[in-house]
Structure formats: structure tokens, C-alpha cells
T-cell receptor, first 110, second 116 residues
Framework: EDQVTQSPEALRLQEGESSSLNCSYT??????LFWYRQDPGKGPEFLFT???AGEEKEKERLKATLTKKESFLHITAPKPEDSATYLC???????????FGTGTRLQVML | NAGVTQTPKFQVLKTGQSMTLQCAQD?????MYWYRQDPGMGLRLIYY???????DKGEVPNGYNVSRLNKREFSLRLESAAPSQTSVYFC???????????????FGPGTRLTVL
């Protein structure tokens, strides 16, 4: 069975303090890994899609990377507005669905 | 361009009551999806539709029915609500129709449902 594990569950950073969120997966044949941001009371908002090991994508202070076993979401010099829950999801092609992790709640303090 | 819209935003039901959650998208997407999100669990797929007139079960379909009314609209019906169906429900859509779930999904704002 496909499994996605995100760590840590929660992370508190000071403004400007860079860090990384982890998404490890156990799947049979990765077809795509997706990162989403979710603000309280809102729906998930798409950030990145990664398809193959070694691939990297960047958007503002966020950079997503992918290996054969895990993905990292690096946050450089975060700001309070980066506070949100970050969700990781994988698609394996064996079923028409995404398998989501439970997310990392990020809080960036002034 | 509103993206994916859902109604209602909030709903409280009593056990055994029925209701329909509505979802519409204006992005001309082929595939649409219904998820539920519960504390401590990832988003779980209830049903999906790869095209108008077709629907398929996801991971947790029991207790739900769906209708793909046209390309824009996909509704989720609870025939006899149970407390275990208390959750936040999200609708999503994506372009793919041959391999739904393989491409980027865009989510609506959610419906917060409480069943007493």
C-alpha cells in the first residue's frame, strides 16, 4: 500500500530562519509528487509538481527537491506570511488518485 | 475566473438527514474529485469523475453518492448522514481525462459539515 509520511508534524521558525520540510514515500512506481499549501479554513493551493529524482523547482522563498525516497521543501528566509500547513501527495499510476500525507504545520514568528 | 466553487460553506445535519454538496468549476477541466479531510489524516478521495457521465469510487465511497451533472458541475450526496461523516469536504478539478489524478488538481474552499 502506498504511504506518504511528512515530518515534522509542526515547525516553528523565527522570521529569516531557513529550514526544510520532509516528505518520504513508499510507493510502487512514482508518477508524480505534488506539494500544496493550505491556509486555515481554506482549500489546498498548488505549489509544485516533481516527476523524477534530481528534479528541483523554485518559487519565491520555496524550493522543492526530489530523490527516489523523499522530497524536501526548503524554505529560505521565511516570513510570517509563509505560515500555513504544507501538504505532500504522490501519484503512482496504479489508481486514479493522489495519496496525501498529513501535512506539516509551519508557523513563522516575527 | 472563480476557479472551483463549493456550496454551502457550512452545514449542520442531524443523523439520518440527507443533503447534497455542490461543486462547480469554470476552468473547462475534464476531471473532478471529492475528498474529505479529517484531523490527523491526509485528504482521502471519496469519488472522482474523469468526464461527463462517468464516475468512479475512490478510497472511502461508502455512504456517499455522486452525480456529474455536466462538465462544470459535480455533486456529492449524503443519503442518510452519520456522525462519522463529520468532516471538511473538498472538491477539486484537473485537466486530465485519460488518467485522472495524474495532473495538478485545483481545490475549492471546502464545506464544513457537522452531523449531530
Amino acid at each position: 500500500e502506498d504511504q506518504v509520511t511528512q515530518s515534522p508534524e509542526a515547525l516553528r521558525l523565527q522570521e529569516g530562519e531557513s529550514s526544510s520540510l520532509n516528505c518520504s514515500y513508499t510507493v510502487s512506481g512514482l508518477r508524480g509528487l505534488f506539494w500544496y499549501r493550505q491556509d486555515p479554513g481554506k482549500g489546498p493551493e498548488f505549489l509544485f509538481t516533481l516527476y523524477s529524482a534530481g528534479e528541483e523547482k523554485e518559487k519565491e522563498r520555496l524550493k522543492a527537491t526530489l530523490t527516489k525516497k523523499e522530497s524536501f521543501l526548503h524554505i529560505t528566509a521565511p516570513k510570517p506570511e509563509d505560515s500555513a500547513t504544507y501538504l505532500c501527495a504522490v501519484h503512482t499510476g496504479t489508481a486514479s488518485k493522489l495519496t496525501f500525507g498529513t501535512g506539516t504545520r509551519l508557523q513563522v514568528m516575527l | 475566473n472563480a476557479g472551483v466553487t463549493q456550496t454551502p460553506k457550512f452545514q449542520v445535519l442531524k443523523t439520518g438527514q440527507s443533503m447534497t454538496l455542490q461543486c462547480a468549476q469554470d476552468m473547462n477541466h475534464n476531471s473532478m474529485y471529492w475528498y474529505r479531510q479529517d484531523p490527523g489524516m491526509g485528504l482521502r478521495l471519496i469519488y472522482y469523475s474523469a468526464s461527463e457521465g462517468t464516475t468512479d469510487k475512490g478510497e472511502v465511497p461508502n455512504g456517499y453518492n455522486v452525480s456529474r451533472l455536466n462538465k462544470r458541475e459535480f455533486s456529492l450526496r449524503l443519503e442518510s448522514a452519520a456522525p462519522s461523516q463529520t468532516s471538511v469536504y473538498f472538491c477539486a478539478s484537473s485537466e486530465a481525462h485519460v488518467y485522472p489524478g495524474t495532473d495538478t488538481q485545483y481545490f475549492g474552499p471546502g464545506t464544513r459539515l457537522t452531523v449531530l
